[in-house]
């Protein structure tokens, strides 16, 4: 029988697009008020960010005891990504920033006060072996494109890059391991100083010069003599943020989670606290898996919990191994039932979601980086001991 060959394509956009702007000064709205509200647990945050050009609109529904500066922090949060100067074409000074938040619901309150989920939905978590951060390799070398692009600006080793940014990766598989890079798309914001003579493209010199300072250090290994190159295919990206395009949060969920490798629920994450099971079942949902995957369980693994809402424990569990799990799927699930708390109250405990580490996970993905609870495998030892006994 002969290799399945195919090919798998993930994007990821930086903090400087108009959606991840959005994302952010959505979750930074959530950790000023998870940090500064004596009882966070009682902070009900859904929280929606609109841009575009020369203007900022905050809006949703929030209930807490303290008080958030949305006109300082939207300023703030903007500046912290680069739009710092007109001839990004949006700049922090002078923006106009609206507020348009709104208290919570008192018809969903009383659902959720109770321990209930803040909402219906079904939500997805993945692992796979495919690269140390048992994440899939095309959306994690996305990332990794979008964040050099953002370190290699700030270092001004390439001095004329702008904020907004945009990565694409392709990657040929077999039999269902990745094989080789068939194609890398970046597009970089920049300023007029690369343009060549004609002023309608960037010069060759700044192609390669692109490919060599971001592309060549994250796909060391991994690119080969036939990979494909495409670098600001228009020819070039003056015009970028929100003085070229809307943003909104939420708008980037797939680049938010597995690249498209999955489903997706289709809730967002950002801007919403924890109470809300769109963003905490989630993040369980991730935990689950990778705690799967790491214990040698399965080489992938997906879990599908879905909820209702005002009422507590999850309406159903649904795994899928792709025929590489170790147990029957009816033991995985009682695995999963005996090792991880899943009414919202028991998911914000245990992941510790409480804390204010939002706005980190408001650009390169929630998932497959260090520093977040659901990113730990501290389970995986206890499940392949229990395991060994089914």
Not at 50 to 70: A, K, Q
Not at 115 to 129: K, L, P, R, V
Not at 367 to 384: H, I, P, S, V
Request: glycine residues 10%.
């Amino acid at each position: 029988m002969g290799f399945k060959k195919y090919f798998f394509t993930s994007e990821s956009v930086g903090e400087g697009h108009p959606d991840k702007v959005c994302d952010q000064i959505s979750d930074a709205v959530l950790d000023k008020i998870l940090k500064d509200d004596k009882n966070p647990e009682h902070a009900r945050v859904a929280c929606e960010t609109y841009v575009t050009m020369g203007l900022l609109i905050v809006g949703g529904e929030i209930t807490t005891n303290t008080y958030v500066d949305i006109q300082g922090l939207g300023r703030k949060v903007i500046e912290e990504i680069g739009y710092i100067h007109p001839k990004y074409g949006f700049d922090f000074h002078t923006c106009a920033i609206v507020n348009t938040i709104n208290r919570q619901s008192s018809d969903i309150a009383q659902g959720v006060n109770r321990g209930g989920a803040g909402d219906q939905g079904i939500m997805f978590g993945y692992a796979c072996n495919e690269t140390p951060e048992l994440m899939p390799l095309p959306i994690t070398l996305a990332h990794k494109l979008v964040k050099r692009i953002a370190d290699v600006r700030r270092s001004k080793i390439l001095k004329y890059l702008g904020p907004d940014c945009k990565s694409q990766v392709t990657v040929g598989y077999e039999n269902g391991k990745p094989k080789r890079m068939d194609s890398v798309v970046i597009a970089c914001q920049h300023t007029e100083d690369i343009l060549d003579a004609s002023g309608r493209n960037i010069t060759t010199k700044a192609r390669r010069e692109m490919i060599k300072v971001i592309a060549d250090p994250v796909l060391k290994g991994l690119a080969d003599k036939d990979t494909k190159y495409f670098v600001n295919q228009t020819g070039k990206f003056i015009v970028g943020g929100p003085q070229s395009d809307t943003g909104m949060t939420g708008r980037k969920i797939v680049v938010d989670t597995y690249g498209g490798t999955i489903a997706h629920g289709g809730g967002a994450f950002s801007g919403k606290d924890p109470t809300k099971v769109d963003r905490s079942a989630a993040y369980i949902c991730r935990y689950i898996a990778k705690n799967m995957v790491a214990s040698g369980l399965a080489d992938k693994f997906m879990v599908q919990l879905s909820y209702v809402i005002g009422y507590a424990d999850p309406l159903s569990i649904y795994i899928d191994t792709y025929g590489t799990g170790k147990l029957a799927d009816d033991k995985l699930v009682k695995l999963i039932r005996q090792n991880f708390a899943l009414t919202p109250k028991e998911i914000i405990d245990s992941l510790d979601l409480l804390k204010p580490v939002y706005q980190k996970t408001a650009c390169y993905g929630h998932f497959g980086r260090d520093g977040f609870t659901w990113e730990k495998t501290d389970k995986a030892a206890l499940l392949k001991k229990q395991a060994s006994r089914m």
